[in-house]
C-alpha cells in the first residue's frame, strides 16, 4: 500500500471525525457558549450545508491548480477551522469554526480520490479510494464516542484540540509522502484530468455521469433517511433501552468499515454488477428491518448489514463517476454532495413518514423505496452502458 494512501486516510479520519463527535458534544457546547439545544444543533447542520456548497465552490475555484497542492490547502483549511472552535469564545465563532472546517470536507474526498486511485495500478483504483475512505469509515465508528469520552473528562474544546492535531498530522504526511502529480504504477500511468473549470464542465455532458450522481443521492438518500430516526425504532419498536444506542451504532459503524473494503474489492472486478447488489442488497435489508424490528436479535444483525451493503457501493461510484467524466475533480465533489443532498432528502421524507403516523419502522420501509429506485438507475446506467463483464479500465 503506497504510503501517499496512508496519508490521504488519516486526512479522512480527521475529517470524519470533526463530522461526527460534535454530537456527543452539544449539550457541553450549548451550556459553554449558553445557547439554546436547537442552537447548538446547527453546529451539525450548518456543517452539512456547507460540506454540499464547499464540494462544488472550491473544486471549481483550485480546478488549474495542481491537486497536491490543493489537499495541502484543504487541509489547512480544516486545521484552521477545528482551530478556531477550540478556541471559540462564542457561540457565532464556533459555527464559523465548523463552517470553514466543513467548506473541505467534499473537495478533499472528491480530489483525494482521484489522487489515491493515481497512486495503485488501474485494477485496484477502487481498493484504494477505499483505504482512503477507511478513515471516515473508522471516524464514524469511533467519533460519537470520542467526543463524548474527551469531553467528559476533559472538555469539549480538547476534542477538537485533538481534531486539530490529527488535521497537522495529515497535513504534514500528505505534504511528505503524496506525489506532486499523478504517478506511474508499475507501468501504468496515473488518470490525466481536465484541465480548467470549462474543460471540467464538459465532463457533465455524460449521461452516465448523470446516472450515477442519481443512483449515488437516492442510495445515500433511502439509507440515511432510515439511519436518521433509527435510535427511535431501536428503543420504541425493538426495546432497547437508550444506553443500548450507542453500543448499536456502533455496530452500525462496523458495518460500514466492512463495506467499504469489500465493496472496494468487489468494484475492481465487475463494478457495475458489484453495485446493482450492493444497493438491492442495501433495499432487502431495510425492509427486512422494517418487518423485522420488533426482534432484538434480528435488529442486531440487520444494522450491521445496513451499513455494509450501504457503504459497499462508495468506491466503486466515486471511481465510477469520475471514469465517465474523464477525471475531473468536480465530478468527484459533485458525488459528494450528491450523497449530502440525498441525506437531506432521506430524512425528510423519513420525517414525514413518522409525522403521517406512520410509526418508527415506515422511515425503513421509505428508505427501501427509494434505494430501490437508484438500484433500477444503476441497472439502467449499466445496461446503457453494456458493461455487464468486467470493466476495470476508464470509459472513453
Known sequence: MP????????????IGLTEF???GLLPQVASSLAVSEAAAGWLISGYALSVAVGAIALTAATARLPRKNVLVGLVALFVIGNLLSALAPSYPVMLLGRVVAALCHGSFFGIGSLVARSLVAPERKSR??????AGLTVANVLGVPFGALVGERWGWRAAFWAVTAIGVLALAGIAALVPGRPATVEGHPGPVPPSGLRAQVRAFRSG???LTLAATALGYGGMFGAFSYIAYTFTEVG????ADV????MVYGVGLVVGNLIGGRAADGDRDRALVLSLLGLTVTLALFGLLATSAT????????MGLFGFAGVPGLITRVTDYAHGAALAASANVSASNVGNALGAWLGGLAITAGLGYTAPLYVGAGVVLISTVVMAVAARQAGSPGRRTGRPC
Open 239 to 242: 426495546g432497547f433501552s437508550p
Open 298 to 305: 434480528a435488529s442486531v444483525v440487520l444494522v450491521f448489514l
Open 21 to 23: 463527535l460534535i454530537a
Open 246 to 249: 450507542a453500543w448499536l451504532l
Open 3 to 14: 504510503s501517499g494512501l496512508v496519508a490521504l486516510a488519516l486526512g479522512g479520519f480527521g
Open 128 to 133: 484504494a479510494v477505499a483505504v482512503m475512505f
Open 208 to 210: 452516465q455521469v448523470w
